[in-house]
C-alpha cells in the first residue's frame, strides 16, 4: 500500500523559509516522477513543482526562484525547500506522483504566511 506523508508545514513570517518533506513508502520510489501540490483556501489544488525520476525540475511562475525541489531515491524521499515567502503563500501542501494519483493523497501539511 503506498502512503505518502507530508512534514515540516507551519507558521512563518513574510520572509522566512520552510522545507517541507514527503515520505513515501510502498513504491518504488525512484521510478516515478514526483510533484509538490497545493490547495488555498477557496482554490482548486494546483501543481506548483514537479521533478522527473532523472531530477529534472520544472516550477510555476508563482514559485520559479523561490522554491527548490529535490528527491532522495535512496530515502525515498522528496522534499521542497521554499524561501521568501509571503501571505500568498498560504495553503495546504501536498506530494504526489506527477501526474498525481488520486489513491496517493496525503493529509499534507499546512503553510501559514502571516505577520
Given at each position: 500500500?503506498?502512503?505518502l506523508?507530508?512534514?515540516?508545514?507551519?507558521?512563518?513570517?513574510?520572509?522566512?523559509?520552510?522545507?517541507?518533506?514527503?515520505?513515501?513508502?510502498?513504491?518504488?520510489?525512484?521510478?516515478?516522477n514526483?510533484?509538490?501540490?497545493r490547495?488555498?483556501?477557496?482554490?482548486?489544488?494546483?501543481?506548483?513543482?514537479?521533478?522527473?525520476?532523472g531530477?529534472?525540475?520544472?516550477?510555476?511562475?508563482?514559485?520559479?526562484?523561490?522554491?527548490t525541489?529535490?528527491?532522495?531515491?535512496?530515502k525515498?524521499?522528496?522534499?521542497?525547500?521554499?524561501?521568501s515567502?509571503?501571505?500568498?503563500d498560504?495553503?495546504v501542501?501536498?506530494?504526489?506522483?506527477?501526474?498525481?494519483n488520486?489513491?496517493?493523497?496525503?493529509?499534507?501539511?499546512?503553510?501559514?504566511?502571516?505577520?
Open positions: 500500500q503506498v502512503q506523508v507530508e512534514s515540516g508545514g507551519g507558521l512563518v513570517q513574510p520572509g522566512g523559509s520552510l522545507r517541507l518533506s514527503c515520505a513515501v513508502s510502498g513504491s518504488m520510489f525512484s521510478v516515478y514526483m510533484g509538490w501540490y490547495q488555498s483556501p477557496g482554490k482548486q489544488r494546483e501543481l506548483i513543482a514537479r521533478i522527473t525520476r531530477g529534472n525540475r520544472h516550477y510555476v511562475d508563482s514559485v520559479k526562484g523561490r522554491f525541489i529535490s528527491r532522495d531515491n535512496a525515498s524521499m522528496l522534499y521542497l525547500e521554499m524561501n515567502l509571503t501571505p500568498e498560504t495553503a501542501y501536498y506530494c504526489n506522483d506527477y501526474p498525481p488520486n489513491y496517493y493523497w496525503g493529509q499534507g501539511t499546512q503553510v501559514t504566511v502571516s505577520s
